[in-house]
């Protein structure tokens, strides 16, 4: 269903890609956006229990329409990129994932897709974000991402 990888060589084992996901703070979620065109935007994110977590100020969002649109999705993230001039490339590691996002806007399980972001984002400050955005817990949504395939790649200095 997924594409191989093109360049095998500068496959990343699953677990560095794991960790990639899990250290990021920040990356670009793509949707299927307005009148056909994708839509990629960068997001802060927090990844765990196997799961991406992406927070909306609004419950209207081009995002949430694209989710609502169709909730497949990709997610990249890229750490480390250098341009090597004289050899006309870059050194970077990346990963990108391919899943199904649903919206959460409201409820216990709101307050739960919040805290399992700030856990991946910012694990010491979990309780204080929850009491910071407790006051726009109705205006705000949640994306939960499933991954369904992912795959890391990274081109390291020679």
Not at 9 to 26: F, K, N, Q, S, V
Request: hydrophobic share 35%; glycine share 10%; proline share 4%.
């Amino acid at each position: 269903m997924f594409r191989e990888m093109r360049r095998k060589d500068r496959a990343m084992p699953a677990e560095e890609a794991e960790r990639l996901l899990a250290e990021g703070d920040w990356g670009v979620l793509a949707v299927s956006g307005d009148d056909g065109y994708p839509y990629g935007v960068p997001v802060n994110y927090g990844y765990t229990g196997g799961r991406i977590y992406v927070h909306s100020t609004s419950c209207e969002s081009h995002k949430l329409d694209g989710i609502r649109r169709n909730d497949k999705v990709s997610f990249t993230v890229v750490e480390g990129h250098d341009v090597l001039k004289e050899e006309f490339s870059t050194a970077f590691s990346s990963v990108v994932v391919f899943g199904r996002a649903r919206i959460i806007t409201e409820g216990p399980l709101l307050r739960e897709a919040m805290r399992r972001m700030m856990e991946g984002l910012a694990p010491d400050m979990t309780e204080a974000a929850e009491e910071h955005c407790a006051h726009s817990m109705g205006s705000m949504a949640m994306i939960e991402i499933t991954p369904e395939h992912i795959t890391g790649k990274a081109r390291r200095r020679t």
